[in-house]
């Protein structure tokens, strides 16, 4: 399968001090994207897109309520999606300068994505992953459902029909509340999902034997169980879905130990062999597949990102 990488500098949040209200690494795009550049040079031109335009509110109305985006023209809306209270006095074309038309900037990257995905390609879009955003509200840092919006769209286009199977493998260390809450009761929708249950937003309530691919683990966790596991369930997991039209690969680096928000405690290596192990499995099965970033809070993240990226143009097909 090709690989393929989606970009735009606009993807960094730039709000000046954010880093000092809140853990998120803001510029790791763009760090990670200087470490492919310097490892490939113009080479990485052959395998990538730029993304020129963000997605408008228009094309979101597909999967968040008008009265929701309308919402983001106020400060506290925005200071409560991020959990930065203070950005509640912030000037809100600021924010939306900021970090709303970055957050949109990356949700046209997942659905550039997806739709490059389907060209029996893995699409690595370096951004996105917003799992937490729901159709009328956003939070945990997430603004835009940006895998539903690509998702739905394709459906739209007659790209994905409604009867065919699309999986989301979901590796962040947050369970990804948002995304379930679009296809929970979608019978064509598959979705895998290793999280630390005893972090926002916490364990999933309900009947285990309902959804028995969203794994909860325990804080701490370290690397070889979490390697184990990852290595007996995914299997199970692609065996019950099998020759899905496309997967989304949520590659979260927040599992890493010196992660302030994840609370687990899988090494670097560990998420390199993470990532490996996801990749070649959808390779074997011939999946499109898009990869999205999602969360990551420690110095490394941006380092894990462009080694999966790299990995992927080492070993493009």
């Not at 997605?55 to 400060?75: G, K, P």
């Not at 325990?218 to 496309?246: C, H, M, Q, V, W």
């Not at 996801?278 to 809070?297: A, C």
Request: glycine share 6%.
């Amino acid at each position: 399968m090709k690989s393929k990488l989606i970009f735009s500098p606009n993807y960094d949040f730039g709000i000046m001090g954010l880093e000092k209200l809140h853990p998120f690494n803001a510029k790791k795009f763009s760090k990670a994207w200087a470490l492919l550049t310097n490892e490939f040079g113009e080479k990485i031109n052959s395998f990538s897109t730029f993304i020129e335009n963000p997605a408008t509110d228009e094309e979101l109305e597909i999967v968040h309520s008008r009265e929701y985006l309308t919402s983001l023209r106020q400060s506290k809306v925005i200071a409560s999606v991020v959990e930065i209270a203070p950005l509640r006095f912030v000037p809100n074309f600021i924010l939306q300068k900021g970090l709303v038309d970055s957050a949109k900037y990356a949700t046209a990257g997942t659905l550039l994505a997806a739709r490059q995905a389907l060209d029996s390609a893995i699409a690595f879009n370096i951004g996105g992953g917003f799992h937490h955003a729901f159709s009328d509200h956003g939070e945990g840092f997430c603004f835009f459902a940006d895998a539903a919006f690509a998702l739905e769209t394709l459906r739209l286009e007659k790209k994905v029909l409604s009867t065919d199977k699309v999986l989301m493998i979901d590796l962040d260390a947050h369970r990804g509340n948002g995304f379930t809450s679009f296809y929970e009761k979608d019978k064509s929708v598959g979705i895998f999902d290793l999280y630390n249950m005893q972090v926002y937003p916490g364990l999933k309530q309900g009947d285990p034997d309902d959804f028995p691919f969203i794994i909860p683990l325990r804080a701490g966790l370290g690397s070889d169980e979490y390697i184990t596991l990852l290595k007996t369930e995914l299997p199970l997991f692609l065996d019950a879905n099998p020759k899905p039209k496309l997967a989304f690969y949520n590659a979260g680096t927040d599992i890493l130990a010196a992660d302030k928000l994840g609370a687990l405690n899988v090494s670097y290596d560990a998420i390199n062999e993470r990532d490996r192990f996801v990749v070649e499995s959808l390779r074997e099965r011939n999946i499109p597949t898009v990869i999205i970033t999602s969360g990551g809070y420690s110095s490394d993240s941006y380092k894990l990102i462009a080694d999966l990226a790299s990995y992927l143009i080492r070993t493009n097909a």
